[in-house]
């Protein structure tokens, strides 16, 4: 198995300039994207002999960009594949491509009675160079649920009616369902940004960011005073409260109000009060005043408070959570 990276969407909102030179330094060859933007944005530092595949694959008339930019695209109805054929035609060779097959999640890929169409007329694929044949996982972060095995059989199904070529079908959490699941060309996105890819378990990936927020006012509260918007928070006994310029402008969701944690060291700060444009309050009364200033850092995402701890919080997964990452954080790419 080969193993791809899904860079859509600025690389889970990580920066997908940084991020593709790192994982091409290691050896990945092919790189996934949804839009034709990301893809051609990738071109200064595109990886040599690197494949880059738009999913979305060409909206009509767009066809001819692809074939200048080298871009690949996933086809993932009769129509793309069409106008994709009638432009390898138009070329006079065979143009590359990826074939998407809903197995049952519904939203791309050709539906079984396109598939049908596809097989009865075979004519449909001349001019595709078929780099592969792919499918995408509904549930594969639930291990035991029950379409990971339906989709797996519908998967091999369509593989056996079209024409032999490698398969796609895994993302992170079906990496880890089996090697059943693997095939030739593996797609994790979100395990790559360390997010947990089963659901439930212990996370067998490393963490890869780390978010701090910087304290920019700290002040003493009495018993009964109230902290923020809708004055939704009142402190119980006298209360130490730090302002960190971060807020919901930059990704911290407003879900988090009143309900997430950052810490000091390893002291747990609970969030009090809601979540502002631009900044957060905490309740850091356990931190001893001379350690914590004005300009001092706390740790919203990193070892103790891991993004899927965080996207729990709020609500969300850990998908939303980092692609949410708003522009104003200061961004320091270790190592690359
Ligand atoms: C078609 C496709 N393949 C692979 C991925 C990567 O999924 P994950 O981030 O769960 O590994 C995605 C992400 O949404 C996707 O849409």
New binding site residues.
């Given amino acids: 198995m080969s193993c791809a990276a899904?860079v859509?969407a600025d690389a889970?909102g990580l920066g997908a300039l940084k991020v593709v030179p790192a994982l091409a330094s290691v050896g990945c060859r092919h790189f996934?994207v949804?839009h034709l933007d990301e893809a051609i944005a990738l071109h200064p530092i595109r990886p040599e002999k690197a494949e880059i595949v738009v999913?979305h694959g060409p909206p009509p008339g767009v066809e001819s960009d692809f074939v200048a930019h080298r871009i690949i695209p996933?086809l993932n109805s009769l129509a793309q594949l069409d106008a994709w054929t009638a432009r390898a035609r138009a070329l006079g060779r065979h143009l590359p491509a990826i074939l998407?097959v809903d197995t049952g999640m519904s939203r791309?890929g050709l539906s079984p009675r396109e598939l049908a169409t596809v097989v009865d007329d075979p004519g449909r694929l001349d001019g595709v160079e078929l780099l592969y044949v792919?499918s995408?996982l509904a549930c594969?972060?639930q291990q035991s649920h029950a379409l990971n095995a339906d989709q797996l059989a519908r998967f091999k199904a369509a593989r056996a009616m079209l024409p032999a070529a490698p398969a796609s079908f895994a993302?992170?959490?079906?990496?880890f369902l089996s090697p059943d699941y693997h095939f030739d060309l593996a797609?994790?996105?979100?395990?790559?940004?360390g997010?947990a890819?089963v659901a439930g378990q212990p996370n067998p990936m490393r963490p890869v960011i780390r978010l701090q927020g910087k304290v920019i006012q700290l002040r003493n509260i009495d018993a009964g005073a109230v902290v923020g918007y809708g004055a939704t928070w009142r402190a119980p006994t006298a209360r130490r409260i730090a302002t960190v310029s971060v807020g919901y402008a930059d990704g911290f969701l407003r879900g988090l109000s009143n309900h997430s944690l950052a810490y000091f060291g390893d002291t747990p700060l609970a969030l009090v009060g809601i979540v502002s444009m631009d900044t957060i309050t905490l309740d850091v009364s356990d931190v001893p005043d001379d350690q914590l200033q004005p300009g001092g850092l706390v740790e919203l995402i990193g070892d103790r408070h891991p993004v899927d701890a965080l996207a729990e919080e709020a609500g969300t997964i850990g998908?939303e959570i980092l692609t949410s990452l708003g522009g104003r954080y200061f961004r320091d790419y270790l190592g690359a």
């Fill in positions: 899904v859509k889970y996934f949804a999913l996933v998407q791309l792919m995408h594969s972060e993302n992170s959490s079906g990496i797609r994790p996105g979100a395990a790559l940004y997010i890819p998908y």
